[in-house]
């Protein structure tokens, strides 16, 4: 694997590949990698081309800035990891290459109805954050596809709306999300879990398979179930919501339509986030 510090090296590399036909698969990450980020680059490996995948723990995403302290970072395992899972490319910008001109400086863009509820909701500014790193990301990059995980399922729709608003080619693909055994969603921030905590985490994937199992009952009924269920568990939920997957359109009931179940809730000061589609 080669690594990239320089933009200016990443660039003149790439822009040589693609000179030669390669097609360009690109995988952004805050690092603290995972099995589902490994899942990510396997994917991206098995459509062919060349596997590109960052390293950038992203400051203007972080609205809490005690999770921006303990952000986890793992660079050396990363790296072995990557390596290992056949990554071709990493690029491990510092913030100066990725915001030469300050954060403030960079443009933003505007996501309207995804930025107010759910994670915009509790996380005010994040998608803002998230866009302007992507976007900054993907002209470096210039990939021909953008691979992403479903955990994050109120992100990816801001990516692809990213992508329409700046009419790109990338070709976003979206991989299911990886779990442990106990159905808890890969996370970086699943390793700040003490013990306890950690043996109650899969509570939140239960929950989801409940919510998608009650499908034509009372929502109200389900969610409250839920809530209690978490809250005996030690969690802080945030919310526990149905909405259209396509949309997100937030929905106090079960529709015949494809609806996505999601939740967010903290333990301790760790807050997870977990979604399921109901189809
Ligand atoms: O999902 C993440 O890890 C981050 O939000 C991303 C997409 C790498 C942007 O910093």
Redesign the pocket.
Known sequence: MVIFKKVIDIQSFISDLKARGEVISFI???GALHKGHIFLVENARKAGGITVA?I???PT?FNDKEDFKHYPISVEADIDMLTEAGCDILFLPDVSEVYPNGTENMPTHNFGYLETILEGAHRPGHFK??GQ??AR?LDIVKPDRLY??QK?YQ?CMV?KDLLRQTNSTTQMVVSPTVREDDGLAMS?RNRRLNELQREVAGVIYQCLVSIVAKKGSDFAVVKKECEDILKAKGFDPEYIELADADTLQLNNSYTNGRQVALIAAKLGSIRLIDNMLIE
Do not use: A, Y
Request: hydrophobic share 45%.
């Open positions: 952004p990450t805050m960052s950038f723990v992203n995403q954050g998230v790193v992507v990301l992403m995980g994050d992100q990516i970086s």
